[in-house]
């Protein structure tokens, strides 16, 4: 696609608006919004001014004007506005020099993409994630000096149970006990409308919804499976998806969250995210070795393995990650590979024999982070083990949560605190570096953001837990 399809897109489609949309450092959909007529051939190339002095952990303030430089090869018409608007995809770009931002995370997977294809290894990576979310009816919350707490609720909670029905609300029983909700029918299934809605709107934005249903959790855990694509396409597609998800739900009177854990006692939101290399339209993970794989998808595994405690400061980045990835509970935290084999980090599908078929699944992450900094982070610890040879060891077919003591403690796990995670990241990141796919400074930006707006906030405040544990001492 090039400016001229984009034009004639907008006028077939009446677009009085276009709203250029980029992400900031945490992974979050900013817009500027444009009367029609200020979009032309040459916006494509000058772009947008902006401030970004005010966006999270992004430029200071004497060196905050920036450009937003629309892509051409991503655009759609937005569902949810009255009035004709065309959406477009920017990078940051430094008015100066015209390069791409260095705290920009989509100029980071440009750039990760742009690095698999100098090294020789594949010139495609595809990667398909599957990010789980939590539909709820209500939620409040609030933080104050002296009060802090939050109440959800979703007609589908087994708490409901108990609840006393009304003529106009009447209480018809059908509730999902806790770890029970996967893939039942309607009644005990109430959001199967809103997933269908939610499917057809992402195929008129362009995003192919291959699957839907219900997820393990009580309170409306869902997830919505859409195709692969490669690196920069699927983090475009991934920031839309939570957009659209979002959007549909509070059309329809719910509201979503993409938070890891936001329930207490139930399985948390994960993000799998598979992966594969491509060369000339041929596969690369397929082979003789174990569970079909080829010696560089296994060193691949290797290179995933090796650094999985620092990828997670991007894979898994908030407090609430952590209560997800708990030893002994349904998160893969343990750091092995297996074919089938959900209790692994690194799992290889079984599902179709076929070489295109064949991908790595790394299953830490989770859809609270940013998806243009995972991935490139992903792929470039993937390329670091091919190009060490890191061997991943012995496969682990056993259930990990089930193998005794002895064996377990020879199975390294994942830091157990996004501080220990920001650790190990600020310990390992000279294969993040190779290519200048990501900066040195933008690492530092990216631990420093994390520890003080987060880590320490969560470190400084009283949990409502600790007074019935403790206000008696």
């Known amino acids: 696609m090039n400016a001229k399809n984009v034009l004639h897109h907008a006028a077939d489609q009446g677009a009085r608006f276009v709203s250029v949309r980029f992400t900031d450092l945490p992974g979050a959909w900013h817009h500027l919004t444009f009367p029609i007529e200020h979009l032309t051939e040459d916006s494509f190339e000058d772009g947008f001014g902006f401030d970004a002095s005010s966006l999270r952990g992004w430029a200071a303030i004497n060196e905050s004007d920036m450009l937003l430089v629309p892509d051409p090869s991503r655009f759609w018409m937005d569902p949810f506005t009255p009035e004709p608007t065309l959406c477009l995809i920017a990078n940051v770009v430094e008015p100066i020099t015209k390069e791409g931002y260095g705290l920009d995370p989509r100029s980071v997977a440009v750039r990760a993409e742009s690095y698999l294809k100098f090294t020789g290894i594949a010139d495609t990576v595809f990667v398909g994630p599957e990010a789980e979310f939590f539909v709820f009816d209500s939620i409040s919350f609030h ?72 997820e393990v959790a009580t309170a409306g855990q869902c997830e919505i499976d859409f ?114 084999n959900r209790s692994a980090a690194v799992r290889i599908p079984m599902f179709s024999p076929s070489p295109k078929a064949k991908r790595l699944e790394f299953r830490p992450p989770d859809p609270s982070c940013n998806p243009y900094l995972t991935f490139a982070a992903l792929l470039m610890a993937g390329l670091d083990g091919i190009q060490n040879r890191i061997d991943p060891g012995d496969p682990l077919d056993k259930d990990i949560y089930d193998l005794p003591p002895e064996e377990l403690a020879n199975v390294p796990s994942l830091p157990g605190s996004l501080e220990d995670a920001l650790n190990a990241l600020e310990d390992d990141h000279e294969f993040l570096l190779k290519g200048d796919v990501f900066s040195r400074s933008m690492i530092e930006r990216w631990i420093r953001y994390k520890r003080e707006r987060e880590v320490n906030q969560i470190r400084l405040r009283p949990h409502p837990l600790e007074f019935s544990m403790y206000y008696d001492v």
Not at 184 to 195: E, I, K
Not at 262 to 283: A, C, E, F, I, T
């Open 227 to 340: 195709r692969f694509s490669n690196l920069l396409h699927t983090a475009d597609n991934l920031m839309l998806f939570k957009n659209i998800v979002k959007n549909a739900a509070v059309a329809n009177g719910k509201t979503v969250t993409f938070m890891p854990k936001p329930l207490y006692g139930d399985n948390g939101s994960g993000m799998h995210v598979h992966q594969s290399l491509w060369k000339d339209g041929s596969p690369l993970f397929a082979g003789d070795q174990y569970a079909g794989l080829s010696e560089m998808a296994k060193f691949y595994i290797g290179g995933l393995l090796k650094h999985a405690p620092a990828l997670v400061a991007f894979a898994a980045p908030t407090t609430n990650s952590y209560k997800r990835l708990v030893p002994g509970f349904e998160a893969p935290v343990n750091l092995a590979y297996s074919a089938r």
């Open 143 to 214: 933080n104050d000096q002296n009060s802090a707490g939050f109440t959800i609720d979703s007609e589908e909670g087994h708490w409901n149970s108990r609840r006393g029905g009304t003529w106009d609300a009447p209480n018809l029983g059908y509730h999902i006990r806790p770890k029970e909700g996967y893939v039942p029918l309607a009644p005990v299934d109430t959001l199967v409308d809103l997933r269908n809605t939610i499917s057809l709107l992402l195929a008129e934005v362009g995003i192919n919804v291959e699957c839907h249903h219900h």
